[in-house]
């Protein structure tokens, strides 16, 4: 199969897999238990008012029609309008999108700024003192959570310091220096851990890949042990370590509630769980749609990254 034909075929999956995700999504929350109407309305609502909510949710409206007119309306790029916030889904996403994604990226670059050399280099010294404490650290940073990890930073960098501020967004009308400071702590929080797992898998990679003939061969040649892992082992042992940062990157992007909260940050984390406390049903499931898009179509780039770290899988994959 060619290149062309390996991406057309994998975006199909991608489209069918986006189609599937928002039709479940919209299936659970149609059938969850009570009127959503009354759930966000209180059990004192007038018969009046409660009925024009309905309407303008489109709950008088056929399942199916409803479903559809929702997948449409996120085709254009339409999400609905907040009951809670009386404002388009699109603009609160919009806002909180700036602060999550940037998050997401600084937490992923510090990950794998960390982790790459970390793993490498516990490699390299397989069975020494130094591969034993690296990989003892790691699993320590996978056994802390994350908003723990988060408590901590704070009292060393904020209070104990005062070198970062504990919580709060200072806004990108602030300039970029005061907008990262705020999200530095946060992303040092998701980045640890995930470094933990990240460094362990680059490791066994590596390690795979220092034992294949290839690795042997240049070796025998004259290649010293260090161009040897540098320019053999460490770019084939790269399909696993990239898989490992696309789910990386998705559960950041995706999974922030918790850290967000901690540092009371604006982003889209937050935003769930407020629509979730306010019973806004609408962001809620505008919201869902939209994370799990966005770890499908992050693993869907995933999948274009093995084309070019492995041409051979196209020709592997099914015709």
Same mark, same amino acid.
């Given at each position: 199969?060619?290149?062309?034909?390996?991406?057309?075929?994998?975006?199909?999956?991608?489209?069918?897999?986006?189609?599937?995700?928002?039709?479940?999504?919209?299936?659970?929350?149609?059938?969850?238990?009570?009127?959503?109407?009354?759930?966000?309305?209180?059990?004192?609502?007038?018969?009046?008012?409660?009925?024009?909510?309905?309407?303008?949710?489109?709950?008088?409206?056929?399942?199916?029609?409803?479903?559809?007119?929702?997948?449409?309306?996120?085709?254009?790029?339409?999400?609905?309008?907040?009951?809670?916030?009386?404002?388009?889904?699109?603009?609160?996403?919009?806002?909180?999108?700036?602060? +999550? *994604?940037? %998050?997401? !990226?600084? &937490?992923?670059? $510090?990950?794998? =700024?960390?982790?790459?050399?970390?793993?490498?280099?516990? @490699?390299?010294?397989?069975?020494?003192?130094?591969?034993?404490?690296?990989?003892?650290?790691?699993?320590?940073?996978?056994?802390?959570?994350?908003?723990?990890?988060?408590?901590?930073?704070?009292?060393?960098?904020?209070?104990?310091?005062?070198?970062?501020?504990?919580?709060?967004?200072?806004?990108?009308?602030?300039?970029?220096?005061?907008?990262?400071? +705020? *999200?530095? %702590?946060? !992303?040092? &929080?998701?980045? $640890?851990?995930? =470094?933990?797992?990240?460094?362990?898998?680059?490791?066994? @990679?590596?390690?795979?890949?220092?034992?294949?003939?290839?690795?042997?061969?240049?070796?025998?040649?004259?290649?010293?042990?260090?161009?040897?892992?540098?320019?053999?082992?460490?770019?084939?042992?790269?399909?696993?370590?990239?898989?490992?940062?696309?789910?990386?990157?998705?559960?950041?992007?995706?999974?922030?509630?918790?850290?967000?909260?901690?540092?009371? *940050?604006?982003?889209?984390?937050?935003?769930?769980?407020?629509?979730?406390?306010?019973?806004?049903?609408?962001?809620?499931?505008?919201?869902?749609?939209?994370?799990?898009?966005?770890?499908?179509?992050?693993?869907?780039?995933?999948?274009?990254?093995?084309?070019?770290?492995?041409?051979?899988?196209?020709?592997?994959?099914?015709?």
């Amino acid at each position: 199969m060619s290149t062309a034909r390996f991406a057309l075929w994998r975006l199909a999956g991608l489209v069918l897999t986006l189609l599937a995700a928002s039709l479940v999504v919209f299936v659970v929350l149609d059938i969850l238990p009570g009127d959503p109407a009354a759930l966000m309305l209180g059990t004192s609502a007038r018969p009046d008012t409660l009925a024009a909510l309905r309407h303008q949710m489109g709950l008088d409206r056929p399942a199916v029609l409803r479903y559809v007119l929702w997948v449409w309306g996120l085709v254009r790029g339409d999400f609905g309008t907040s009951i809670t916030y009386g404002v388009p889904v699109g603009e609160l996403i919009e806002a909180r999108v700036m602060v +999550s *994604l940037p %998050l997401a !990226a600084m &937490a992923i670059t $510090l990950s794998t =700024a960390i982790a790459i050399p970390v793993g490498v280099a516990a @490699a390299a010294r397989r069975g020494r003192a130094v591969d034993t404490s690296l990989m003892g650290v790691a699993q320590i940073g996978v056994a802390v959570p994350n908003f723990w990890l988060g408590l901590l930073l704070i009292l060393l960098f904020s209070v104990e310091l005062a070198w970062l501020p504990a919580s709060g967004f200072a806004g990108w009308d602030k300039g970029a220096g005061a907008a990262l400071r +705020s *999200l530095l %702590l946060p !992303a040092l &929080a998701l980045a $640890l851990p995930q =470094a933990a797992i990240l460094a362990r898998v680059t490791r066994s @990679a590596v390690l795979e890949t220092l034992g294949q003939d290839y690795v042997r061969t240049a070796l025998a040649k004259g290649l010293t042990g260090l161009a040897a892992l540098w320019k053999h082992a460490v770019p084939n042992a790269l399909i696993p370590v990239v898989t490992i940062l696309g789910l990386q990157f998705s559960f950041l992007l995706a999974g922030t509630v918790i850290i967000e909260n901690v540092f009371a *940050l604006p982003g889209l984390g937050r935003l769930v769980f407020q629509a979730i406390e306010q019973r806004d049903l609408i962001v809620v499931q505008d919201l869902v749609v939209l994370l799990a898009g966005s770890v499908i179509v992050v693993n869907f780039l995933v999948d274009l990254a093995y084309l070019w770290l492995d041409p051979r899988l196209s020709r592997d994959a099914p015709t």
